[in-house]
């Protein structure tokens, strides 16, 4: 079993809708969750960094956590194409090494 | 806003030689990283830094694979001898101290051929 799995898309949603994306993970030790943006070609940038179950929101972005399901979500509230990327999952148990999900790609037509 | 930086942005090589990639964390930073990414592939673990030691390696940090911090600002990962399968992105990436998150920089293309 992969450790944090994502579909890989692609997602695709006009401007304006809201994106939902999903992670799920299978190593009940990983403690801290972590959303990246990734545009091609780039490094991936920190969107949202999350501890415990339930939501964090930050302007658009809303990330929640269920650790009973190992599951995590992240909702990008009025999408723009600017929005449109790559979008990883991580996580990491205390300490060290990210591990990531494959990604989903999101395309947000105008 | 401090930012990781790498250099170069793109790196040709041929089989056999050696490669130097190059990162400057951001400076208050203390845990060090390289992650590699696959053309289609997910960002992967190679090895993190600390205290001047490596703390943690993947099995893909094999004995061609070396890391060093040579002064107080730089970060190096060394193929001594590249294959062709070390075709990739190259990402270092940075923490602080008390926190959890790792900052990006935004990668070396390696060619191999």
């Known amino acids: 079993q992969k450790e944090v799995e994502q579909d890989p898309g692609p997602l695709s949603v006009p401007e304006g809708a809201i994106v939902s994306l999903n992670c799920t993970y299978s190593n009940s030790a990983f403690q801290y969750f972590m959303w990246y943006r990734q545009y091609s070609r780039k490094g991936p940038e920190l969107l949202m960094y999350t501890y415990s179950s339930g939501n964090k929101e930050d302007g658009r972005f809303t990330a929640q956590v269920d650790k009973s399901s190992k599951y995590i979500s992240l909702f990008i509230r009025d999408s723009q194409p600017s929005d449109s990327a790559t979008y990883l999952c991580a996580t990491i148990a205390a300490g060290n090494k990210l591990t990531f999900g494959g990604g989903t790609r999101v395309l947000v037509k105008p | 806003e401090p930012e990781v930086t790498q250099t170069p942005s793109h790196q040709v090589t041929q089989m056999g030689q050696e490669v130097i990639l190059r990162c400057v964390p951001i400076?208050?930073?203390?845990?060090f990283y390289w992650y590699r990414q696959i053309l289609g592939q997910k960002v992967e673990f190679l090895v993190s830094?600390?205290?001047?030691?490596?703390?943690?390696k993947s099995e893909i940090f094999d004995d061609q694979f070396s890391v060093e911090r040579p002064d107080g600002s730089n970060f190096t990962l060394k193929i001594r001898s590249t294959k062709l399968e070390d075709s990739a992105m190259y990402f270092c990436?940075?923490?602080?101290?008390?926190?959890?998150?790792?900052?990006f920089g935004p990668g070396t293309r390696l060619l191999v051929l």
């Open positions: 830094f600390y205290n001047n030691e490596i703390s943690e």
């Open positions: 400076s208050n930073h203390l845990y």
């Open positions: 990436a940075s923490r602080r101290d008390s926190q959890e998150t790792q900052y």
